[in-house]
């Protein structure tokens, strides 16, 4: 099934050099099945709107392009990512995509640095790939800064299961356990949680009661 998955999701040029350069550079990047997910909640959440979104990840290149499969061409893109490198790579290959450089913005620093500087309410999907001591802090920075019906996406924050066995005790297990509780106790949030990666975690703000 794996097999015909990855076969079958469609690819280009452009995302293939994006995911070759990330590979070289070690990066983590989306599978098959994460990265057409990605693109079918960038669209579930823009609807017909144009659409505002943000990738916090060092493959913002591979990332990127998956969400911007999934919504109107005037869309824009946030990229968030300390090294500067990283985002030299994600601009080349949305260059090379065919997006206008007006689509997408490139902040090269530290996410929780930098996110409360970003328009509340604006954004329609967040992804984030961040350590797990830092997932609840991204889930409240990122939390206000989305629309209603605007999707939080967390990856890897379940860290392969061990969020769910009590007796691991370590920093990050305890820190995406923490996380975990703070997305389950919100109550403006629907929460999926899916077998994807390391275990991905998608948070739906709804619409206030």
């Not at 994006?18 to 989306?30: I, M, R, S």
């Not at 599978?31 to 659409?51: C, F, P, Q, R, V």
């Not at 329609?124 to 790939?129: E, G, K, N, S, T």
């Not at 066995?165 to 109550?187: F, I, K």
Request: charged share 20%; net charge negative; glycine share 6%.
């Amino acid at each position: 099934m794996q097999r015909f998955i990855d076969e079958a999701t469609v690819t280009d040029a452009a995302l293939d050099n994006a995911t070759k350069t990330a590979h070289e550079f070690g990066l983590n990047v989306p599978d098959a099945a994460t990265a057409s997910l990605l693109s079918t909640l960038a669209a579930l959440a823009a609807g017909a709107n144009k659409a505002s979104l943000v990738a916090i990840t060092p493959a913002a290149a591979v990332v990127g392009l998956h969400l911007l499969r999934g919504v109107r061409g005037d869309s824009q893109l946030t990229c968030i990512d300390p090294e500067s490198e990283h985002q030299r790579h994600a601009r080349e290959a949305f260059l090379e995509a065919g997006y206008a450089p007006s689509q997408c913005r490139f902040l090269p620093s530290r996410p929780l640095e930098v996110m409360g500087r970003l328009a509340p309410n604006n954004y329609q999907l967040i992804y984030a790939d961040v350590r797990a001591t830092d997932l609840s802090a991204m889930v409240e920075a990122a939390w206000p800064l989305l629309t209603e019906g605007g999707i939080l996406v967390l990856a890897d924050s379940l860290l392969d299961g061990l969020v769910g066995e009590e007796s691991r005790n370590d920093r990050d297990a305890v820190a995406a356990r923490e996380a975990d509780a703070l997305v389950s106790s919100m109550d403006d949030a629907l929460v999926m949680r899916l077998p994807l990666g390391a275990g991905l975690t998608c948070v739906t703000k709804l619409a206030q009661k």
